[in-house]
T-cell receptor
Framework: DTAVSQTPKYLVTQMGNDKSIKCEQNLGHDTMYWYKQDSKKFLKIMFSYNNKELIINETVPNRFSPKSPDKAHLNLHINSLELGDSAVYFC?????????????FGAGTRLSVL | QKEVEQDPGPLSVPEGAIVSLNCTYSNSAFQYFMWYRQYSRKGPELLMYTYSSGNKEDGRFTAQVDKSSKYISLFIRDSQPSDSATYLCAMPQGDSSYKLIFGSGTRLLVRP
């Protein structure tokens, strides 16, 4: 039973399209995150929600919009996709900053923009 | 200067070797230190976490923190081909911070 699950695993799309990635966690955590990992494996935080409230909003183009309908779900919508958006996007969750913010990651969504 | 620096590798060692993976950091306020392991096409998974200075051992893995030098290490004894992965160090930005700062990862290859 997967703890943090993301869909889809792979996403291939054309420039200019709009796409969404979904994330769900069944760990009972109250905090969820979106990360972007580039081709050099650098993992960069994009957004974080705690109990459906946005708590981290890094310098990300406003074409990216997260939505958290409840604390077990965090979705990422991307408008007008660009070539530079190609990357692997990871969802993660943690129980606040307890246990020093140990985060559990999903398997990633590999986005290719053509 | 990046807050966390890590040699990207790749590091190639024969099976059974002792592996040393390292990170340096610039913020002396960092208190907690984590090592994540990421297999190819998978998400990072927590391997170890330590608090402040000193060593922590878990099986073949030892995490070491030297706060005076702002330097952390992960040692792997008797390395196995299954240890081949990318290893990322990470630390919370503040004591109660939701934000983890990650190193860029070191790719390790253990040759049979």
């Amino acid at each position: 039973d997967t703890a943090v699950s993301q869909t889809p695993k792979y996403l291939v799309t054309q420039m200019g399209n709009d796409k969404s990635i979904k994330c769900e966690q069944n760990l009972g955590h109250d905090t969820m995150y979106w990360y972007k990992q580039d081709s050099k494996k650098f993992l960069k935080i994009m957004f974080s929600y705690n109990n459906k409230e946005l708590i981290i909003n890094e310098t990300v183009p406003n074409r990216f919009s997260p939505k958290s309908p409840d604390k077990a779900h965090l979705n990422l919508h991307i408008n007008s996709l660009e070539l530079g958006d190609s990357a692997v996007y990871f969802c993660a969750s943690s129980q606040g900053t307890q246990y020093k913010n140990i985060q559990y990651f999903g398997a990633g969504t590999r986005l290719s923009v053509l | 200067q990046k807050e966390v620096e890590q040699d990207p590798g790749p590091l190639s060692v024969p099976e059974g070797a002792i592996v040393s993976l390292n990170c340096t950091y610039s913020n002396s306020a960092f208190q907690y230190f984590m090592w994540y392991r990421q297999y190819s096409r998978k998400g990072p998974e927590l391997l170890m976490y330590t608090y402040s200075s000193g060593n922590k051992e878990d099986g073949r893995f030892t995490a070491q923190v030297d706060k005076s030098s702002k330097y952390i290490s992960l040692f792997i004894r008797d390395s196995q081909p299954s240890d081949s992965a990318t290893y990322l160090c990470a630390m919370p930005q503040g004591d109660s911070s939701y934000k983890l700062i990650f190193g860029s990862g070191t790719r390790l290859l253990v040759r049979p």
